[in-house]
């Protein structure tokens, strides 16, 4: 059997907030290659209770005992186990329900068993497991009904078996069913995706909502290390064995006598006067000698210690000073402006610190502190796990424009030239492998004989005026309009004066019209729906046929104004025509270095906000449609801010309260924190 090791995290939320203890779980795990281990695995028990007054803790220890007792001494195989422990469970709730009906309680069970390869789920009453791998989620069961049968009542319940197997990196996520009540599923499933148990357990508390009592066990599988052959003990005990041989080789033999000195030879009689003289002895330098090496030793450990004193000192000053600029920024009182500096002064001594001492603990969390509160100053709040909905990229592959719609994604290839479709799964909210299409693409041949050139932009055309239907609308380098038609396939559009065009670059539609920016003209086209597409002739929006500067545009966004973001992170708006006053506020860590999308919700001033895609910076921001910064969105983890840094494009769902960003190398989501 497969080898894993597993890592259990428990969570208790009460109101929003992260208790230290969870009365409700159970793990079990027999020592390997014990008869338990062999013939039932490891075990793991979530168990969910309800009543007029709070189940006390004896409760939970009397029904998770019942189901670790009776599972392990079963005699049949494992899902039989299963079932007799949460009848058991069932049957030892009831008894006490019997027995103190003021205190009774209702309740759910999942029950979890790794053995070798093979993952056995057993969930009796409302529960639910979630089981995560690199490009799955699986939900058991996979929907909860309010006819289920719980734990304690009058009948027992109906046992639901499910088998998948087990490898290296899965997480099985058990939650109590307050959670599917409470928490839309699409945000649950991403708990299974999360591959740091850390980040669960913040991921859970972040989503819990106010007022109420949660509950999980997650449980993550990973390799286990292969048993190494003692070699360096080996080594060892010979290296012992040759030493002990040495030493007997020179000892004396046991009872034998001690070597005796030779006889002296004769002095010849001209020696014998020399043999009386005094030799003076040099004994007395010895100590002496000795000594000198002793005082050098001496000086250098005498010097090393005040050298090390001096920089404990400094260490200390420099943290001290680094403490109280945090305590000082950390008063409400005080301004913001204020508090940056202060906390850049805390940090940079902090840094001082830490060349002094490159491994201290204390250093290395107070600049954690300063950090939390640096960014609690400057607006930045974390992104969780960026869940991968696709990966892409590839050679000569460069994926740059998004478009989401309900459950519709598509990705406008402009390194290869093709538009590509995916479906968004309702419930995990992740994209199948087989979900991508290819809708259109360079040198593909058109009804009307026209071929499809270089991909320019793409844009979702709403329903409004003479346009009926809501679909994507293409644009390519030979001026054909195509339009993908869930109904009737791609179609070709009729569009009015294309060839006055100079160089079109952006795209938009906005309540039926088709706006288009020509960078070459310096004009924003307006085009009004007509019955074949957009025959008529455009107007310029620009008030009063006017021509401005778009040659750095990067992106275009309408909400009733038009939004344009420029390369140097400077944004216009223009309302009716005219440009109206505004000045974005730069951002207070950095100003923006890489803009490469702008968002606002086309909800006609419903949008309050807009976010601007910083691909420099690895981060979106958030701004009032005044230009006043609100706050910034970065993610916790390294990795997933390079991701971040290779983004480029954006799209927001804000009723779901989800990011959709398109980077060069796949396609994300992530929550928007509130």
């Known amino acids: 059997m497969a080898r894993f090791q597993t890592t259990v995290e428990s969570i208790s939320i009460v109101d929003g907030h992260r208790q230290p203890k969870a009365l409700n779980v159970r793990a079990v795990e027999p020592v390997p290659a014990s008869p338990q281990a062999i013939a039932k695995g490891n075990l ?3 168990l969910e209770l309800g009543g007029d007054v709070s189940a006390q803790a004896a409760v939970y220890r009397l029904v998770l005992n019942a189901i670790q007792g009776v599972y392990y001494d079963a005699a049949g195989g494992i899902t039989g186990g299963i079932t007799e422990a949460i009848l058991a469970a069932h049957q030892a709730l009831a008894d006490h329900n019997a027995v103190h009906p003021d205190e009774a309680q209702l309740g759910g069970v999942s029950c979890v068993v790794l053995r070798g390869e093979e993952l056995y789920l057993g969930i009796g009453g409302p529960a639910m497991v979630l089981v995560g791998a690199s490009d799955r989620v699986d939900q058991f ?17 109906v046992v639901e078996l499910f088998r998948t197997s087990a490898e290296a990196g899965v997480r099985v996520v058990q939650l109590a069913s307050e959670w599917v009540a409470r928490v839309p599923m699409n945000k649950l499933a991403t708990t299974a995706v999360l591959t740091d148990l850390a980040t669960i357990g913040e991921y859970l508390e972040a989503v819990a909502p106010e007022r109420s009592v949660l509950s999980a066990l997650v449980t993550q599988i990973s390799a286990g290390l292969s048993a190494a052959a003692p070699v360096a003990a080996a080594a060892g005990d010979a290296a012992e064995d ?9 000892a004396p033999p046991t009872g034998g006598k001690p070597p005796q000195p030779a006889a ?3 002095t010849p009689a001209s020696a014998a006067p020399a043999e009386t003289q005094p030799r003076r002895s040099r004994r007395w330098l010895w100590p002496l000698l000795l000594l000198i090496p002793l005082a050098i030793a001496l000086a250098i450990v005498i010097g090393l210690w005040a050298q090390q004193r001096q920089m404990q000192a400094q260490f200390d000053g420099l943290l001290g000073s680094a403490q109280a600029a945090l305590q000082s920024a950390s008063d409400p009182a005080a301004p913001a402006d204020v508090a940056r500096v202060q906390l850049a002064e805390a940090q940079s001594q902090v840094q001082q610190a830490l060349g002094l001492f490159p491994d201290n603990a204390a250093a290395a969390s107070l600049g954690a502190d300063i950090q939390t509160k640096l960014d609690e100053v400057n607006q930045i709040v974390p992104l969780y796990k960026m869940v991968t909905l696709q990966p892409l990229g590839g050679s000569g592959s460069q994926p740059e424009q998004l478009v989401v719609e309900g459950s519709r ?10 538009v590509t479709r995916y479906g968004l799964d309702e419930v995990s909210g992740l994209i199948p492998e087989t979900a991508g299409s290819v809708l259109v693409e360079r040198g593909q041949v058109l009804p009307d004989g026209q071929v499809v050139g270089e991909l320019t932009d793409i844009t979702w055309g709403a329903a409004g005026g003479e346009r009926r239907t809501s679909n994507l609308l293409i644009l390519d380098s030979n001026r054909n309009l195509l339009e993908e038609d869930v109904a009737a396939g791609l179609k070709q559009l009729a569009i009015a004066e294309r060839e006055t065009w100079v160089t079109p670059r952006l795209t938009e539609g906005y309540n039926g019209n088709y706006y288009l920016l020509d960078a070459g003209s310096g004009k924003i086209l307006r085009y009004l729906p007509t019955a074949d597409g957009y025959g008529n002739p455009p107007d310029n929006y620009l008030e009063g046929d006017a021509a401005i500067d778009l040659s750095n545009a990067v992106d275009m966004a309408i909400d009733g104004n038009i939004w344009i973001l420029y390369g140097d992170g400077t944004v216009q708006t223009f309302f009716q025509g005219r440009q109206q006053p505004f000045v974005l506020e730069a951002p207070p860590d950095g100003p923006i270095s890489g803009p490469r999308a702008i968002y606002t919700g086309a909800a006609g001033g419903e949008a309050q906000t807009l976010y601007i895609a910083d691909s420099g910076g690895g981060r979106i921001l958030e701004y009032d449609k005044s230009g006043k910064y609100l706050r910034q969105f970065r993610p916790a983890d390294k990795a997933d801010q390079e991701k971040l840094r290779r983004m480029t494009d954006l799209q927001v769902d804000e009723l779901n309260r989800t990011f959709y960003i398109l980077a060069s190398d796949g396609l994300y989501s992530t929550d928007i924190p509130e």
């Open 44 to 46: 793991y028990v979530l």
């Open 141 to 157: 069961p996979s929907e909860l009904s309010e006819a289920i049968a719980p734990l304690g009542g009058s009948d027992a319940p």
């Open 242 to 250: 040759a030493a002990a041989e040495t030493d007997d080789a020179t």
């Open 264 to 266: 002296p030879a004769e």
């Open 409 to 418: 994604v598509f990705v406008g290839d402009t390194g290869l030239d093709r």
